[in-house]
T-cell receptor
């Protein structure tokens, strides 16, 4: 059945290491998004992509990078430049039919070792 | 500066009673509003939405009210059930303006606890 799959569910990063979080959707949605959630905070937008091979910075893009080579996939790399990476990361997608309703994956919790 | 505010971090209600979750916004360009429900360690689930051309939208036990002049919306849950216990996020977008303005802006959430 259709949905958004994020993997892994839990991820640990060592000092100075880059890690990549996977997000795959089979909903045929054009737009995809990455958010970060910290305790007691709302969702903050990291990067978004409205079409393949194009993406834009969100509010907190520093220390992160993305790619959008396929419609189904929007991986997020947390680089060593991100000094406070511990958070819950959420991927979402949005289609053309139900505009502005974003559908979310189950999330990845990233922790620093 | 927060454009979408949920001023109550938590709310506790008795099973069977009404739950009212509030949300305020500052950007008058917002024209579409959504409520999401989130359980711990899971992604948010879309609950209900409302366009700025309406003042009320109902879906089963859930009703969203929009007061544009006050820049305020509320989510009513009647009757509340223990399974409704979750964090509720309000979100807004400027749908008709396109581009990055179509992106969702989220509030910080309200944790609802429904006691049996």
């Amino acid at each position: 059945d259709g949905g958004i799959t994020q993997s892994p569910k839990y991820l640990f990063r060592k000092e100075g290491q880059n890690v990549t979080l996977s997000c795959e959707q089979n909903l045929n949605h054009d737009a995809m998004y990455w958010y970060r959630q910290d305790p007691g905070q709302g969702l903050r937008l990291i990067y978004y992509s409205q079409i393949v091979n194009d993406f834009q910075k969100g509010d907190i893009a520093e220390g992160y990078s993305v790619s959008r080579e396929k419609k189904e996939s929007f991986p997020l790399t947390v680089t060593s430049a991100q000094k406070n990476p511990t958070a819950f990361y959420l991927c979402a997608s949005q289609g053309a039919v139900a505009k502005n309703i974003q559908y979310f994956g189950a999330g990845t919790r990233l922790s620093v070792l | 500066d927060q454009q979408v505010k949920q001023n109550s971090p938590s709310l506790s209600v008795q099973e069977g009673r009404i739950s009212i979750l509030n949300c305020d916004y500052t950007n008058s360009m917002f024209d579409y509003f959504l409520w999401y429900k989130k359980y711990p360690a899971e992604g948010p689930t879309f609950l209900i939405s409302i366009s700025s051309i309406k003042d009320k939208n109902e879906d089963g036990r859930f009703t969203v009210f929009l007061n544009k002049s006050a820049k305020h919306l509320s989510l009513h849950i009647v009757p509340s059930q223990p399974g409704d216990s979750a964090v509720y996020f309000c979100a807004a977008s400027a749908m008709n303006y396109g581009g990055s303005q179509g992106n969702l802006i989220f509030g910080k959430g309200t944790k609802l606890s429904v006691k049996p």
